[in-house]
């Protein structure tokens, strides 16, 4: 029998997984806490969070908290997804530098791979079906084709894809990276304001570390997660009840959407316009899609990682499979 410090740490290295699958486009952090085991006890406790739990955590009534909302479990998943998002974002912060096309290669390869298996699991069966794939397609499209989302700082904003992209930690299947993405704040949320912060850090503890500090990133990694946490709270009962009624009809529209918006993170793709928004020089990008040259080994490069990204994912999606099937047999 694992005692209580085992079981602790087994739950961090877990949760320090979710965390990492959550900035990863195409794979969700609800699908590796399924793998793993924790998903159920994680959507319970996060369902009996409401205003009492808010109240007694300023109360700092611990016994109260202790007693009622599973605190030791959900402090210890919360600690894993930090970990996991300094780390992570560090080495993505490398990868984007070294190679932008190569990270969204790979990136493009998980997403056309979550498809895969999207379709695989939920069989387009009659007329309906294909309405709500039809439906979630044309969204999908629509969004791939107006003006680019771009880069945006707007508070409000910010907590509304904190609100949004909490969805990948609630529901396997869904990319909260995925959807940062379409809203055109993946690097600034999971990259630059988290490695802001960790420079920020160290710079406290060492000075060593001359970094130029954006104060204005801190505020955005702040609300990103007041919007991720108010989510949670709100959406985690929602979601729970669609997906135990609703299951088919919300893969067949996340089929068609995800499909549909898979332009957005084309990998091959330049700048084609280049538009001033403000005295600050702050510039507004839009992008153009070509095809890549096969001559140039770069391109091919590129090609296998999208091939490898995509069998990764089902990889891990089979891999659950063959762990749910197994806790089943017991």
């Known amino acids: 029998m694992e005692n209580s410090l085992e079981k602790i740490i087994k739950l961090l290295v877990k949760s320090v997984l979710m965390g990492t699958a959550n900035k990863l486009p195409g794979i969700s952090g609800g699908l590796v806490a399924l793998i793993t085991g924790f998903y159920e006890e994680m959507i319970e406790s996060f369902k ?37 998002y300094f780390t992570t974002s560090q080495i993505l912060d490398y990868l984007f530098i070294k190679s932008e096309l190569y990270v969204w290669s790979v990136f493009f390869g998980m997403v056309v791979g979550s498809i895969f298996i999207l379709l695989n699991k939920n069989r387009i069966n009659n007329k309906y079906d294909f309405y ?24 409000f904003f910010i907590f509304f894809c904190g609100f949004i992209s ?51 990133l801190i505020y955005v990694l702040i609300i990103f997660c007041i919007g991720s946490i108010f989510g949670l709270v709100v959406l985690s009962s929602l979601l729970s009840y669609l997906i135990r009624n609703f299951n088919d009809k919300i893969n067949n529209l996340i089929i068609g959407f995800v499909s549909g918006s898979l332009l957005i993170i084309w990998p091959w793709r330049k700048v084609s316009k280049e538009t001033v928004i403000s005295e600050h020089s702050l510039t507004e990008d839009s992008f153009m899609r070509f095809m890549p040259d096969l001559k140039n080994f770069e391109n091919i490069v590129a090609l296998g990682l999208i091939i490898l990204g995509c069998i990764f994912i089902i990889y891990v999606e089979n891999y659950a499979k063959r762990k749910k099937n197994l806790r089943i047999n017991r």
């Open 48 to 84: 009996k969070l409401d205003l009492n739990f808010f109240k007694a955590l300023l109360k700092r009534d611990f016994n109260l908290l202790i007693k009622n909302y599973n605190v030791f479990f959900l402090l210890t998943i919360l600690l894993g997804i930090i970990i996991s």
């Open 132 to 155: 709500f794939v039809l439906i979630g397609l044309l969204f999908g499209i629509l969004i791939s084709n107006i003006d680019p989302f771009t880069e945006n700082k707007n508070l």
């Open 166 to 216: 909490i969805c990948g930690m609630i529901i396997p299947g869904i990319s909260g990276s995925f959807l940062l993405i379409i809203l055109g704040n993946y690097k600034l949320l999971l990259v630059d304001s988290v490695n802001n912060l960790l420079y920020l850090l160290k710079s406290f503890f060492s000075d060593e570390y001359n970094y130029v500090i954006d104060y204005d």
